[in-house]
């Protein structure tokens, strides 16, 4: 025991330095302190960083570099673990050291990878060296169920090859390649698994199904049957309904019998009430129950009958539901007459169609851009007259605020509370004065409340020149009183002066006298049935000016020719400084 003490004290060595014989990574780092093991390591880390790596498998090959996978060695992790090799009290420390120096000690550095980055080059590997196996299957030859036979392949054994990647990468050897494992991909499904399906499907194609929906019936034929059976491949071993045959044949079963469930709606009657359309539940087919039942027919031998299977499919909004809503009369409405570009009409017809229909929940805020969303090509908008920066042109969905000022004029006859309302930019005399409403998606927006007890219903009727909205729901009785100020002018319009190379100099033509700019505002007062006042609200609408168009002539005027007596008299040219073209 005291020569086991003195041999242990003599081969102890300082605690602050590895053991001798310990490698890290087939490098010796033994008898260095951490830090220089540490310094040493990665600076032979830094040295074969852009050296690839040669992986190998079934006759293929790839080079790959650590920086490919973002594989990075953590060497001050693996000093840390080759300390341990040679530590504890001197005497005990000295004897490990010594199994250490007989025996050596070779220590892998923990390492990080991009997950990703590796899962992408195993799974490149594996489709270059991989045979994925292939189960037995049953196919049909003519009316005949023939077995294809089954096949064992060999894939890469991703786990093992990633690891062994991962540590190649990481460390610093790049001399020899890196044999990567492949190993059997061998069949779950054999041709005996598949023995009792063939038998079933014989059975199938033995004779006719009969199907039943109600009182009708028809017949299923083998070459029927044939073309709905989803037979055993790709690892199952049991028959099935099902694929593109049998997915076609329960659509057309479904357009023939199925019926789409119907929401309770509302009517709008000639004297302004509203009646609850009744909900309709809808009927479908129960596809899987269906299958089900053809599956069973098709296995028997005797029992060749099998339903269409149909379930009631109940309405979104039933009758009650309907009736509860409160929506029985009209509380607001409002017509205005449009025509000109046909594009514009069509706009106006779109839109309206859009936001008919919209319910509106008590306490809930109607937006014009939210009910309608974006005006866009794809939606259907045409271009036409529109207003845009205080300029008539052409753009995408002209004729909407239209819409959106019928809407305004209904819901401020409802005496409804309006939270959001722009006048347009130039003045529009068809409508009432003071109560237009544009919009400009998303940032323009008309928005009103339904602050009723009961739930509002925006109906919207496009006739072939005039447009109606009306809003209906439970009665209000509020009385609506309007004051408008008179439309005033507030500057009159600029003059834009164009050149004309076609008219003589001092002519000049006014293609369009313009609008001055102007104002107006409109008071509404609502009361509620017992007289009181709910509302007074005043709307102010400035409008921008339109310039006065004037062209004025540039063409110098012709110089009256010399004849023997002179310059011509009142005889000469006519028309030198035009007819005057002022208006």
Do not use: C, H, M
């Given at each position: 025991m005291f020569g086991g003490v003195v041999l242990g004290l003599a081969f102890a060595?300082?605690?602050d330095k590895i053991a001798g014989g310990v490698r890290i990574s087939g490098v010796n780092v033994g008898g260095l302190t951490p830090d220089e093991a540490t310094a040493k390591l990665e600076a032979r880390a830094r040295a074969v960083a852009s050296v690839p790596v040669v992986f190998t498998a079934e006759g293929h090959s790839w080079k790959l570099r650590a920086t490919n996978l973002g594989v990075?060695?953590?060497?001050?992790?693996?000093?840390?673990?080759?300390q341990r090799d040679g530590r504890g009290f001197a005497p005990f420390r000295g004897l490990r050291r010594i199994g250490v120096r007989v025996f050596g000690a070779d220590v892998t550095p923990p390492a990080r990878v991009w997950k990703q980055a590796l899962r992408v080059e195993l799974a490149r590997m594996s489709r270059a060296v991989g045979t994925p196996h292939r189960d037995?299957?049953?196919?049909?030859?003519?009316?005949?169920?023939?077995?294809?036979?089954?096949?064992?392949?060999?894939?890469?054994?991703?786990?093992?090859?990633?690891?062994?990647?991962?540590?190649?990468?990481?460390?610093l050897d790049r001399g020899q390649p890196v044999s990567l494992p492949v190993v059997l991909d061998r069949p779950t499904v054999t041709a005996a698994d598949l023995a009792p399906a063939v038998n079933q499907v014989h059975t199938s194609l033995s004779r006719p199904i009969r199907m039943s929906l109600g009182r009708s019936s028809w017949l299923l034929r083998p070459g029927q049957v044939s073309a709905l059976l989803l037979l055993p491949h790709g690892g199952s071993t049991s028959l099935a309904i099902g694929g593109r045959a049998a997915d076609g044949y329960f659509k057309r079963l479904a357009h023939g019998i199925g019926r789409p469930p119907r929401n309770a709606g509302f009517s709008v009657l000639a004297n302004g009430h509203v009646a609850v359309v009744p909900a309709r539940p809808g009927r479908v087919i129960d596809v899987a129950a269906t299958r089900?039942?053809?599956?069973?027919?098709?296995?028997?031998?005797?029992?060749?009958?099998?339903?269409?299977?149909?379930?009631?499919?109940?309405?979104?909004?039933?009758?009650?539901?309907?009736?509860?809503?409160?929506?029985?009369?009209?509380?607001?409405?409002?017509?205005?007459i449009y025509g000109g570009d046909p594009n514009r009409i069509h706009n106006v017809q779109l839109v309206a169609k859009l936001i008919d229909g919209k319910l509106i929940a008590p306490g809930a805020t109607f937006s014009f851009n939210h009910a309608t969303?974006?005006?866009?090509?794809?939606?259907?908008?045409?271009?036409?007259?529109?207003?845009?920066?205080g300029e008539v042109t052409t753009g995408l969905g002209g004729g909407v605020c239209q819409v959106s000022t019928t809407v305004f004029n209904a819901a401020y006859e409802a005496g409804l509370r309006i939270t959001a309302r722009t006048n347009h930019a130039l003045y529009i005399s068809h409508y009432p004065q003071g109560r237009d409403a544009t919009v400009d998606y998303p940032d323009v927006d008309l928005r009103f409340v339904n602050d009723t007890q009961h739930w509002i219903l925006v109906r919207t009727f496009v006739g072939s020149y005039s447009l109606d909205v009306g809003l209906y729901g439970s009665p209000t009785h509020r009385r609506v009183v309007s004051e408008a100020r008179p439309l005033v002018d507030t500057a009159p319009p600029p003059t834009k002066r164009t050149p004309d190379p076609t008219l003589y100099q001092g002519v000049t033509v006014v293609d369009d006298t313009g609008e001055p700019s102007r104002s107006t505002s409109v008071r509404r007062l609502v009361y509620l049935p017992g007289g009181k006042l709910l509302y007074d609200n005043t709307w102010y609408s400035s409008y921008r000016a339109e310039p006065r168009l004037v062209r004025y002539g540039t063409k110098p005027k012709a110089k009256p020719k010399k004849g023997p007596s002179g310059p011509s008299g009142p005889s000469g040219p006519s028309g030198a400084t035009g007819p005057s073209s002022r208006r």
């Open positions: 060595g300082s605690p990075e060695a953590d060497w001050r992790a693996a000093v840390k673990l080759a037995a299957a049953i196919v049909l030859r003519g009316p005949t169920p023939t077995i294809v036979g089954a096949r064992t392949g060999r894939a890469l054994q991703s786990s093992t090859a990633g690891a062994a990647i991962v540590q190649a990468l990481a460390g089900r039942d053809i599956l069973a027919a098709a296995l028997s031998p005797t029992q060749r009958s099998a339903r269409v299977v149909v379930a009631t499919q109940a309405a979104r909004r039933s009758t009650a539901e309907a009736r509860a809503l409160g929506i029985t009369t009209k509380i607001g409405s409002y017509e205005t969303g974006a005006r866009t090509a794809a939606k259907g908008f045409l271009e036409a007259p529109v207003i845009i920066n």
